[in-house]
């Protein structure tokens, strides 16, 4: 299976970008994916019991720049920083705001959408518009499920689409959209993707 694995998986950007493997390039990227998920959480609109801010779009980007499994790790690193009492959350801080406070689904619902995109990335989903577009897409929609899903304990189903999902569409649309356009520019700086070689991924090119 890892065999499979480390055949048909590509590069993610910043594997393209820093290249070579190593303990502390991963430990940097972890700890930068969750520092830029705590900067996108300082924009925001201050909705309630929802605000809009742009945590989103770090973490789908996070999943998308460096991969699904650090995707994942970066992410708990962030709750972690969070439930410790740093305030990179955008609605209050403490171990609260995961365990019991109406907006943990969202926050759940970040580590599956960046391990989602990641892997989506893993597989080359990041190198076009459309794929980039899809995957994208299919990231939040985890954060959706499970963010109305956990705010419907608090307000009910009803209130929980109106007030956590349908004040989100549009911004979210514009993210996904920013998204899209930017990742395929990014990997036309980098180089030109891998193309396979008899069922094995070659690089094209430098």
Same mark, same amino acid.
């Given at each position: 299976?890892?065999?499979?694995?480390? &055949?048909y998986?590509r590069?993610?950007l910043?594997?393209?970008?820093?290249?070579? /493997?190593g303990?502390?390039?991963?430990?940097?990227?972890?700890?930068? #994916?969750?520092l830029?998920v /705590?900067?996108?959480?300082r924009?925001?609109?201050p909705?309630?019991?929802?605000?809009i !801010? /742009?945590? !989103? @779009?770090?973490v789908?980007?996070?999943?998308?720049?460096i991969?699904?499994?650090?995707g994942?790790?970066? &992410? @708990?690193?962030?709750l972690?920083?969070?439930?410790s009492?740093?305030p990179?959350?955008?609605?209050?801080? #403490?171990?609260?705001?995961?365990? #019991?406070?109406p907006?943990a689904?969202?926050?759940?619902?970040?580590?599956?959408?960046?391990?989602? $995109?990641?892997?989506?990335?893993?597989?080359?989903?990041?190198?076009?518009t459309? !794929? !980039? =577009?899809?995957?994208?897409?299919?990231?939040?929609?985890?954060?959706? /499920? =499970?963010?109305?899903?956990? =705010?419907?304990? @608090? $307000?009910?189903?009803?209130?929980? $689409?109106?007030?956590?999902i349908?004040?989100f569409?549009?911004?979210?649309?514009l993210?996904?959209? =920013?998204?899209?356009?930017a990742?395929?520019q990014?990997?036309?700086?980098?180089?030109?993707p891998e193309?396979?070689?008899?069922?094995?991924?070659?690089?094209? #090119?430098?």
């Amino acid at each position: 299976m890892r065999m499979i694995e480390s &055949i048909y998986r590509r590069d993610v950007l910043a594997e393209r970008i820093w290249p070579g /493997a190593g303990l502390w390039r991963d430990v940097a990227l972890v700890m930068g #994916g969750a520092l830029l998920v /705590a900067l996108c959480s300082r924009i925001e609109v201050p909705l309630r019991p929802v605000p809009i !801010t /742009a945590q !989103t @779009f770090g973490v789908l980007l996070v999943g998308a720049l460096i991969g699904s499994g650090r995707g994942v790790l970066s &992410i @708990f690193t962030y709750l972690a920083l969070g439930a410790s009492g740093f305030p990179v959350f955008a609605v209050g801080s #403490g171990n609260g705001v995961i365990s #019991g406070g109406p907006t943990a689904g969202y926050l759940a619902g970040f580590v599956v959408a960046a391990g989602v $995109v990641g892997r989506l990335s893993e597989r080359g989903w990041d190198r076009q518009t459309f !794929t !980039t =577009l899809l995957a994208m897409t299919l990231g939040m929609l985890p954060i959706y /499920a =499970l963010g109305a899903a956990w =705010l419907a304990r @608090f $307000v009910g189903w009803t209130h929980a $689409v109106s007030v956590g999902i349908l004040p989100f569409l549009v911004g979210d649309a514009l993210k996904v959209a =920013l998204a899209a356009l930017a990742l395929p520019q990014a990997w036309a700086v980098v180089g030109r993707p891998e193309t396979r070689d008899g069922g094995y991924l070659t690089r094209r #090119g430098p």
